[in-house]
């Protein structure tokens, strides 16, 4: 039975062991059951689903994810949590722990080993390597169905953000470029320990089967981008002029945003995924009637 989501068990566990939280690891543990039930339900997992959670820490959500999926890989960077997960999730016969970092990991053996079949990734990640887990798992070739994931507030809002607002930038791009995603759920620092400095959210990011938008390099759009937000502050035009990756001239350049119905002196930020598409393509296309 999941019972970590409740405070005095989890410090219990905690001291049995006598675990010491390191900072280093982004490690602050759900104890919010209310919250805990949400995200399962976000994720709606199945007996058919074969999950992969990544930092399970003691096993809070673990617990929860054996009761309702069909198998569960459970990847954890800190060696001194193994013993206590071996404990916490004794009962079930459905997980399997590995102790690695999951930025170094091959999820596709785990896929293999299972089929194939699409992956839900539910975690509580460590803020402090969010967007390198998210990017990772979105560039990936692994058959992903959805990523359910405890994130800063305001990182999840940079995630649904579009054209014109602040917190528009190339994770709001890439994030929507290959999914659909949703803010399921807003939760306070007094939902862990320890509390961590700001508000949590919780987003679930529906992966499509194919992309939302007609883009014939995405590669070349993805530099693009990059290149547009690394100078937020200057004009789209220098920005990508003074990357370096264009193959044309500045002159040529402002002829395609001219015929994209754009003004020479728009900003990266104004673009939508649509508009950078657009643009990709259009540079592809100059290449080519170059050559
Ligand atoms: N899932 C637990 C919970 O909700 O209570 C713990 C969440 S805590 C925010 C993040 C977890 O990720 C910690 O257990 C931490 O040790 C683990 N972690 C940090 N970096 C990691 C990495 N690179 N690979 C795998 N796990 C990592």
């Given at each position: 039975m999941?019972t970590?989501?409740n405070?005095?068990?989890?410090?219990?566990?905690l001291?049995?062991y006598?675990f010491?939280?390191?900072?280093k690891?982004?490690?602050?543990?759900?104890?919010?059951?209310?919250?805990?039930?949400?995200?399962?339900?976000a994720?709606c997992i199945t007996?058919?689903?074969v999950?992969?959670?990544?930092?399970?820490?003691?096993g809070t959500?673990t617990?929860?994810l054996c009761?309702?999926?069909g198998?569960?890989l459970a990847v954890e960077?800190d060696s001194?949590?193994i013993?206590?997960?071996?404990?916490?999730?004794?009962?079930?016969?459905?997980?399997?722990v590995?102790n690695e970092?999951?930025l170094k990991v091959?999820?596709s053996?785990?896929?293999?080993?299972?089929?194939?079949?699409?992956?839900?990734v539910?975690?509580?990640?460590?803020y402090y390597i969010t967007t390198?887990?998210i990017?990772g798992?979105l560039e990936?070739?692994?058959?992903?169905?959805?990523?359910t994931?405890?994130v800063?507030k305001?990182v999840a809002?940079?995630m649904?953000?579009g054209?014109?607002t602040?917190?528009?930038?190339?994770l709001?791009l890439?994030?929507?470029?290959y999914?659909?995603?949703?803010?399921?759920?807003?939760?306070?620092k007094?939902s862990?320990?320890?509390?961590?400095?700001?508000d949590?959210a919780?987003i679930?990011?529906d992966i499509?089967?194919?992309?939302?938008?007609?883009?014939?390099?995405?590669?070349l759009?993805f530099?693009l981008?990059?290149?547009?937000?690394?100078q937020?502050?200057?004009t789209?035009?220098n920005?990508?002029?003074?990357?370096?990756i264009?193959?044309m001239n500045?002159e040529?350049?402002?002829?395609?945003?001219v015929d994209?119905?754009l003004?020479?002196?728009?900003?990266g930020?104004?673009l939508s995924l649509?508009?950078y598409?657009?643009?990709s393509n259009?540079i592809?296309a100059?290449?080519?009637?170059q050559s």
């Open positions: 999941a970590l989501g405070r005095a068990h989890t410090n219990a566990i001291e049995k006598g010491r939280f390191q900072k690891y982004g490690q602050n543990f759900l104890i919010d059951e209310m919250i805990l039930e949400d995200i399962i339900d994720a007996k058919e689903d999950v992969v959670e990544i930092g399970p820490g003691i959500m617990q929860y009761e309702q999926a198998h569960v960077i001194n949590l013993p206590i997960l071996q404990e916490t999730l004794a009962e079930y016969d459905n997980v399997e590995i970092d999951v091959d999820l053996e785990y896929a293999a080993a299972h089929g194939n079949r699409p992956l839900k539910v975690a509580n990640l460590p390198p887990i990017m798992l990936s070739n692994l058959p992903l169905a959805s990523i994931v405890m800063q305001e809002d940079r649904q953000e054209p014109g602040k917190d528009y930038g190339a709001s890439a994030v929507q470029y999914s659909k995603p949703e803010i399921v759920a807003i939760v306070p007094s862990f320990i320890p509390q961590p400095k700001v949590s919780v679930r990011l499509y089967d194919a992309p939302p938008v007609d883009c014939e390099n995405p590669k759009m530099q981008i990059r290149a547009a937000f690394n937020r502050r200057k789209l035009m920005g990508l002029n003074n990357a370096g264009l193959p500045k040529a350049l402002a002829k395609i945003l994209m119905g003004s020479e002196s728009v900003r930020e104004q649509t508009q598409a657009q643009l259009a592809v100059h290449g080519k009637s």
